[in-house]
């Protein structure tokens, strides 16, 4: 089975503390993603990942960056916390080429005071 | 672009009887149609996908997804309802390569199930 793992479940943190979410895959997959899930508007696509040390821009990818030096692992990164980014965020992996099944982390819920 | 809408924010169906999770989808191109469950405060689960082929597609717990293209459509079914499917469903749609095929998805459908 394709596990996902999420550093966290839960974090609290400060306004402009930097944070960082990491995100580890097991199946070898080339592409990663982080999408962020806020009530009634569904997932929104951060940032995603094709290849080590490749990384793209997604739909919201404002006060963020991102880090993939190891194929396994997809790191997101605040770069200064904001209340705004409160959020459940979520990461995914999958195989290269379009047909192919994401699978999901369990999420880590980001709280910023 | 690609996406997908979810007409409905909540559905409320009673144990045993049939449930319909709806999805409409504006695609340019063929769609690539996933269905994923969440359950409180965890990921989502993959359940089903079209890709292409029959359009009746079957997937885990006893769920299926019908593919109508002229209704532009991509609803999930299951015939007799159990109070443990209550959970958030959402529909997404494949975007294409240069999102590294990520997946656009709806707002989300909330499932009740009824003793």
């Known amino acids: 089975d394709v596990k996902v793992t999420q550093s966290s479940r839960y974090l609290v943190k400060r306004t402009g503390e930097k944070v960082f979410l990491e995100c580890v895959q097991d199946?070898?997959?080339?592409?990663m993603f982080w999408y962020r899930q806020d009530p009634g508007l569904g997932l929104r696509l951060i940032y995603f990942s094709y290849d080590v040390k490749m990384k793209e821009k997604g739909d919201i990818p404002e006060g963020y960056s991102v880090s993939r030096e190891k194929k396994e692992r997809f790191s997101l990164i605040l770069e200064s916390a904001s209340t705004n980014q409160t959020s459940m965020y979520l990461c995914?992996?999958?195989?290269?080429?379009?047909?192919?099944?994401?699978?999901f982390g369990p999420g880590t819920r980001l709280l910023v005071l | 672009a690609q996406s997908v809408a979810q007409p409905e924010d909540q559905v409320n169906v009673a144990e045993g009887n049939p449930l319909t999770v709806k999805c409409t989808y504006s695609?340019?191109?063929?769609?690539?149609l996933f269905w994923y469950v969440q359950y409180p405060n965890r990921g989502l689960q993959f359940l089903l996908k079209y890709i292409t082929g029959d359009n009746l597609v079957k997937g885990s717990y006893g769920f299926e997804a019908e593919f109508n293209k002229s209704q532009t459509s991509f609803h999930l079914k299951k015939p007799s309802a159990l109070v443990s499917d209550s959970a958030l469903y959402f529909c997404?749609?494949?975007?294409?390569?240069?999102?590294?095929?990520?997946?656009?998805f709806g707002k989300g459908t909330s499932l009740l199930v009824t003793p």
């Open positions: 199946m070898d997959h080339e592409n």
């Open positions: 695609v340019s191109g063929n769609p690539y």
């Open positions: 995914a992996s999958s195989r290269g080429g379009g047909a192919e099944t994401q699978y």
């Open positions: 997404a749609v494949r975007d294409g390569p240069n999102s590294g095929y990520a997946l656009n």
